[in-house]
């Protein structure tokens, strides 16, 4: 704001009404800003780390009873069926385009999640593992789903950017849940019959990782300027 703009609204406003608009003018200034942009950002991240940390805090006398039938009919099941079939098909994002590659990106990284995590649980192999074995299993768990959401999303023509910047916004997370998983299996309080415990608390985990992946996306799509003009996906083409 330039002095003749604030000799301008002297002028028109007067004093209070001048001050008033140069504060508003300020305010709006800090809110656009890389640093509030990025403030906003770590304590999102902040939040994520507390949240997750606390589903592995989250256990009393009935989670310590955990049967086979707890884990194989886990939320995360019935919440990644409804954000596929009834959340992402309604998500709008700032072009045509991006909405289709989103959607798109969304519904293979969820599906992914869902065939992987049911292929481990209903093997029911980590039921006879000591808990080097079923860390060392849990953490392949992850890098596998990884790779094939990944796979599957370069196989499906989304964008390299795309990918690159999901996997970017996530690596913190990944990291965290990696961590996670190591001290719940290091962990003598989250001993059980067959590890049943260490799963269920492990795919609490995974469930805010979902949480956190879904929410950050219209972030991450906002966040690329000009790399995806003239691309086309699914009969869109990016303006």
């Known amino acids: 704001m330039s002095i003749e703009d604030i000799s301008s609204l002297l002028a028109k406003y007067g004093i209070k009404g001048a ?3 140069i504060i508003v003018f300020v305010l709006i200034g800090a809110l656009k ?3 509030f942009s990025d403030f906003l950002g770590k304590m999102s991240d902040k939040f994520v780390e507390r949240f997750m940390k606390s589903k592995t805090k989250d256990v009393n006398t009935h989670v310590k009873m955990i049967t086979e039938s707890d884990i194989t009919n886990h939320d995360i099941f019935n919440y990644i069926d409804f954000w596929t079939y009834s959340k992402v098909p309604t998500f709008n994002f700032s072009t045509e385009y991006r909405t289709t590659v989103f959607r798109k990106y ?3 990284y969820l599906k992914a999640y869902k065939k992987d995590i049911s292929d481990f649980v209903n093997s029911k192999e980590y039921q006879n593992m000591d808990d080097p074995k079923v860390c060392k299993a849990l953490l392949d768990l992850i890098n596998r789903i990884i790779y094939d959401y990944e796979r599957e999303m370069a196989e499906s023509g989304i964008p390299k950017i795309v990918i690159e910047k999901m996997k970017t916004k996530n690596n913190d997370t990944i990291t965290l849940t990696i961590d996670l998983i190591e001290g ?3 962990s003598q309080f989250y ?3 067959k590890n049943l415990l260490k799963v269920y608390s492990i795919l609490n985990i995974l469930l805010s990782v979902l949480e956190n992946t ?3 996306s219209e972030n991450v799509c906002n ?3 000009g790399s995806l003009k003239g691309l086309t996906f699914d009969g869109k083409t990016e303006p």
């Open 184 to 186: 719940i299996c290091n």
């Open 33 to 35: 800003s890389k640093w």
């Open 191 to 193: 001993s059980s019959d």
């Open 214 to 216: 879904i929410s950050n």
């Open 223 to 225: 966040s690329i300027n």
């Open 19 to 21: 001050l008033f608009s």
């Open 106 to 108: 969304l519904t293979i």
